[in-house]
C-alpha cells in the first residue's frame, strides 16, 4: 500500500475507537476515491491516438468515448477502477486486426472524463448509449471492475453472446471485502461500509445481491463466458473469478495465467490469444487453443490441478 493510502488507513482504523460509524463512512469515501486519474503509457500512446472520439453524457457529465476500426460487428471493453479504455491498446489491436469494430470509454472521472464521482450505474448507462449507436455486440470484455460492470450489462440490459471477465469478481462484495482487508478494517467499520453502499446502489426493491452477483444469478444461458485471472494477483485474489466461473457450467472457461499480476494480464499473449478466439470463433475456438479449462474450481491452489488451465507466464 502506497503512501497516502496507508495514511488514510490508519486514520480510519483511529476513528473506530471513537465511533465505527464514523470511520464506515471515511471507508466509503475511500472506496468511492478515483483519483489519481492513470495516464495513458507510452507503449499504448498511438492506439490512443488512432481512436475516434464520440462524446458522451451520463448525469449531465462529459464523457469520452473511443472507437477503433470499421467492421461489422463490435466489441465494448470497459475499463476497472482507477483505469482508462488506453490499457486495452494491445487488445484493440488484435480485435481491429481481427475486422471489428472496438468501442469503449473513460468512465466519469476516469482518463479524460469530466466528473469526479462515479460507480458501476454510469457504466452501465454508458454500455447501453453505445448499444444503441452501434447495434448488438459481439462480445463485452471488462478489466477488474469493469468486468462486474460487464456481467451486469449483459445479465440485465445488454445482452450479449459473449462475456469476458480480466482480473474481475462476480459481485461487489469482493471488491468491499478486498478493500476491508487491505485497509485492516474491523467488523463494525467494514459492516457500515457495506450498507452505505448497499444503500447507495439500491434504487428499488431490488437487492443489490439480485442485481450485481452473477455467480448467484448468472448469466443468460445462450451467453459464453471467459473468465482470466493471474494466480499472483494482489489487489484483486481470484477467489471470486474461481466462483463465478464455476456457476456457469459448461458455458465457461477458465485462463488462469502466472505472472502477471492484476494489470499486465490485460496483455499476456495467453489473454489476447483466449480472447480472440472466443470473439471470432467461440468456446470451440477458446477449446482449441488447448490453454482453458472448463471444469469447476471452486477455490484457488498454489499448484495446477486438474481444475486449472496450463499457466502461461
Not at 98 to 127: C, M, Q, Y
Not at 278 to 296: C, M
Request: hydrophobic share 40%; aromatic share 6%; no cysteine.
Amino acid at each position: 500500500m502506497s503512501s497516502l493510502p496507508a495514511l488514510i488507513a490508519r486514520s480510519i482504523r483511529a476513528t473506530t475507537v471513537v465511533s465505527p460509524a464514523v470511520a464506515g463512512n471515511l471507508a466509503y469515501r475511500a472506496f468511492f476515491s478515483t483519483g489519481p486519474r492513470m495516464p495513458v503509457r507510452d507503449r499504448d500512446d498511438a492506439t490512443h491516438d488512432d481512436a475516434r472520439h464520440r462524446d458522451l453524457t451520463v448525469r449531465g457529465m462529459k464523457v469520452t468515448g473511443y472507437e477503433w476500426g470499421t467492421g461489422p460487428r463490435t466489441v465494448l471493453l470497459l475499463h476497472g477502477w482507477r483505469g482508462r479504455a488506453s490499457q486495452f491498446a494491445p487488445l484493440v489491436r488484435e480485435l481491429v486486426f481481427e475486422g471489428f469494430r472496438v468501442v469503449s470509454f473513460d468512465a466519469p472521472a476516469h482518463g479524460a472524463s469530466k466528473g469526479r464521482r462515479t460507480d458501476i450505474r454510469d457504466w452501465v448507462s454508458l454500455a447501453e448509449q453505445l448499444q444503441a449507436i452501434h447495434g448488438p455486440f459481439a462480445a463485452i470484455i471488462g478489466h477488474s471492475f469493469g468486468a462486474l460492470a460487464a456481467l451486469t450489462v449483459a445479465r440485465t440490459t445488454v445482452p450479449t453472446p459473449a462475456v469476458v471477465t480480466i482480473a474481475g469478481a462476480a459481485a461487489p462484495a469482493a471488491f468491499l471485502d478486498q478493500f476491508a482487508r487491505d485497509f485492516r478494517l474491523d467488523g463494525a467499520t467494514t459492516e457500515h461500509l457495506r450498507a452505505r453502499f448497499r444503500r447507495r446502489l439500491r434504487s428499488d426493491d431490488a437487492p443489490v445481491e439480485e442485481r450485481y452477483d452473477a455467480a448467484q444469478h448468472p448469466l443468460p444461458a445462450e451467453t459464453a463466458l471467459l473468465v482470466v485471472h493471474d494466480r499472483g494477483d494482489r489487489r484483486m485474489p481470484d477467489a471470486d473469478s474461481l466462483r463465478l466461473h464455476a456457476a456457469h457450467g459448461d458455458r465457461s472457461r477458465l485462463l488462469r495465467t502466472e505472472g502477471f499480476g492484476h494489470t499486465r494480464v490485460l496483455t499476456a499473449d495467453a489473454t489476447l490469444d483466449a480472447v480472440v478466439a472466443l470473439v471470432t470463433g467461440g468456446l470451440a475456438a477458446v477449446d482449441a487453443l488447448g490453454t482453458t479449462s472448463r471444469d469447476s474450481a471452486p477455490t484457488p491452489s498454489p499448484t495446477p490441478t486438474k481444475n486449472d488451465v496450463r499457466t502461461a507466464a
